[in-house]
Structures are given as structure tokens and as C-alpha cells.
């Protein structure tokens, strides 16, 4: 059975970092698109990020510019959203999704055919 699973989120101060994990099972990533996802409750997933199959990325939100990256281990079937200089508006639930095709400026929400159940980012001192 296919399925993502993300881990890495936590409680971190600000200007803090983590590095948020989304390994995969069922199926070779290498073949693959993610995209990161986070939600604020009551709020609709913001793109934030894609990862494509070599490796390439594309940033998806200007709040996240120069302060997230993605980065993908193909011999642990894993992408990584690596998260720095942390703010409060921050703090949400963080998701991976896949889907094919290549990292592209921007995916439409409805092509993901798989999600994650997400982790927690929460900044606060």
C-alpha cells in the first residue's frame, strides 16, 4: 500500500529550524513530484514547495523564500523540507503530497494523489 509520512515537526523558538521528513512506501520516489504543504486551522493547504525527480525545486510562496529549501534522498525513498529563521506565522501543520509529472511553479491542489497525515510546526518562545 502506498503511502507518505512525515515527521520532523516539533515545538522550536524563533528564528529556530527543523528539518521536516517525508518518506515513502509502495512506491520509488525517484519517478515522483512532492509537494510541501502547510495548513493553518480553518485555512486552506499554501504550496510552499515542489521537489522533482532529480532533485530540482521549486519555491512556491514568497513567505518561504530564502528560508526553506527541499532537498530529496533517493536511496532512503525521502524528501526533506528543510525550515529556518522560524516565525510565529510559521506554526501550522505541515503536509507532503505526490504527484507526477515535473516540479512546476505551481501545482493545482486537486492533481496530488496522495497525502500525507502532516506534522506540526509550532513557534513560539
Known amino acids: 500500500q502506498s503511502q507518505l509520512v512525515e515527521s520532523g515537526g516539533g515545538l522550536v523558538q524563533p528564528g529556530g529550524s527543523l528539518r521536516l521528513s517525508c518518506t515513502v512506501s509502495?512506491?520509488?520516489?525517484?519517478?515522483?513530484?512532492i509537494v510541501w504543504y502547510r495548513q493553518y486551522p480553518g485555512q486552506a493547504q499554501e504550496s510552499l514547495l515542489c521537489?522533482?525527480?532529480?532533485?530540482?525545486?521549486?519555491t512556491h510562496s514568497d513567505y518561504v523564500k530564502g528560508r526553506f529549501a527541499g532537498y530529496r534522498d533517493n536511496d532512503k525513498n525521502t524528501d526533506y523540507l528543510q525550515v529556518s529563521g522560524l516565525r510565529s506565522e510559521d506554526k501550522a501543520k505541515y503536509y507532503c503530497?505526490?504527484?507526477?509529472?515535473?516540479?512546476?511553479?505551481?501545482?493545482?491542489?486537486?492533481?496530488?494523489?496522495?497525502w500525507g497525515k502532516g506534522t506540526w510546526v509550532n513557534v513560539s518562545s
Open positions: 503530497a505526490v504527484t507526477r509529472g515535473r516540479c512546476l511553479p505551481f501545482h493545482v491542489l486537486e492533481t496530488m494523489k496522495l
Open positions: 509502495g512506491f520509488t520516489l525517484e519517478d515522483y513530484v
Open positions: 521537489i522533482g525527480a532529480s532533485g530540482d525545486t521549486k
